[in-house]
């Protein structure tokens, strides 16, 4: 091999914490570096630097996304109180993924990678399912009352310019719970847009579901602005890609997801993808490292990452020196996702056929030399008796990917 593919715009690289820390830098030096005159902007999101920082890195590394266009990202540690104490943090920071999220007004697309020996636990799907989840509002930034005696309740909204409009809930007849929720008009419409955006851009079919026969006002309210939103700037675009759009009730999408073969985006709301997404995610192949995560914005910012955390447990263990078989496919993948839409937009096509060429060996890797760590051998069929450690298995992957290479003659 005779040369590198070069790149020309950087890519935003945000580092993070713990496993999945240690198997980013291997992929970089194996599989990436070797290759590639890799780019970067580089962001540490180590914890220990987010402290130093109070957490500026983080906005930092959002607002590159932001100015670049496309960033990787790799797992990071959401403190809570324990983190406080084994990092000595100043508090209990936030999640990096809400902080940018909220900057890049981003959706969360999530999709399965499939492989012909992990069977789905359903057994009529042969294409991926991609969960888009609206990451606002809902339960998540909602309020609650718990009362203890027979009483009654109003939710009042008042408005800047001193409109008031009030609504009654039934009597409330003895102790019990109340909850109040909001969502934005134009929150859902960024959502609307990154869904419709994101199914075109993939070609796959668009879902979206929610309980409007129930919840007339707000669920209603989702329901019309997609609607609008499909109907004034995506109706023509999908109509000539051959797509459809389709409005669901939430149950019957359930079980209508269940009976399909899958090959499309199911766009949910808040606490639907949240739940919808781990299921998929399980029931498509029983391992969160077969999951890639990719945030699309309708500004046209794109962040890539593996969907699994920093797989804390396997960090300790090879802390202590030991061997671990801890998955490092997603994160490869986050990178290939990444590095492809580095290359569209730039007009890159060998940068594509690279990131292609890397997904193909880590396939043939699982799916025809049976080589797989431990998480994936458990649940392949036919069964799979041997287990790699996470350098071995980079290591066959980089076999395959130069093989793949030589033949396709893409560093010549
Ligand atoms: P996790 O890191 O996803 O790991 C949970 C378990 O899933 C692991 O113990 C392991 O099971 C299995 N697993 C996950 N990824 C794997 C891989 N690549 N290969 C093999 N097995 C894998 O979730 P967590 O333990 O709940 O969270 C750990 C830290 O990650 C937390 O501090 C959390 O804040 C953070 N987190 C970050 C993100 C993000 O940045 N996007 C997302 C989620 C969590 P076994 O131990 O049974 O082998
Ligand atoms: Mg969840």
Redesign the pocket.
Known sequence: MSRKILMDKPLVEID?????RV?WAWVKEKLLYPYIELKTEYYDLHVKRRDETDDKITINAAEAVKRWGVGV????????AE?VKEYNLKKEWR???ATIREILDGTLFRAPIILRNIIPAVRFWKKPIVVARHAYGDIYSGVGIRFEEPGEAEVIYRSVSGKEIRVKLPALQGPGVLQAYHNLDKSIESFARASFGYALMYKLDLWFATKDTISKVYDARFKEIFNRIYEEEFKEKFQQAGLKYEYYLIDDAYSRAVRSEGGFVWATKNYDGDVISDLVASAFSG???LMT?ELYSPQGYYLA??????????YYRYLRGEK????????IFAWTRALKERGRRDGLKDLMSFAETLEEAVKITIEDDKIM????ARVAEPPVNAVVS?EEFIDAVKKNLDKLLEKKKLLN
């Open positions: 993070g914490d713990e496993m999945a198997m990202k790799c797992a990071t540690i959401t403190p809570n983190r999640s990096p993924n391992s969160l490292a995560s990452e593996a969907a699994h955390g920093t797989v804390q447990r396997h671990t078989s801890t998955n490092p496919t997603a994160i760590t431990q998480d994936v996470t």
